[in-house]
């Protein structure tokens, strides 16, 4: 059973920057790795992924403020997150993608003056 555990959330200013990251118990050697979101009454949804030679695609209202990379083994995956706005407030998780492992906790990432 893949265990996933998020890293790096917090409380930032509009503007401001943090660093998710994501431990995968294994490597993710020839594996799809995404980040998602949910936020509060949302759907959860896919924000950032990344392909197994890190071809990168993007929800497009992160773009260019949003930078996933990874590293095989061990296994981890990292959201770089610039220019934060409060859109971006939400529980953020990372995956597989498509994603069919079970989800970590997440961590909670707040936007906010």
């Known amino acids: 059973q893949v265990q996933l555990v998020e890293s790096g959330g917090g409380l930032v200013q509009p503007g401001g920057s943090l660093r998710l990251s994501c431990t995968v118990s294994g490597t993710i050697f020839g594996i799809y790795m995404a980040w998602y979101r949910q936020a509060p009454g949302k759907q959860r949804e896919l924000v950032a992924r990344?392909?197994?030679?890190?071809?990168?695609k993007y929800l497009d209202s992160v773009k260019g403020r949003f930078t996933i990379s990874r590293d095989n083994v061990p296994g981890a995956v990292y959201l770089q997150m610039d220019s934060l706005k409060p859109e971006d407030t939400a529980v953020y998780y990372c995956n597989n993608n498509p994603d069919t492992w079970s989800w970590g906790q997440g961590t909670q990432v707040t936007v906010s003056s």
């Open positions: 990344i392909t197994t030679d890190s071809s990168t």
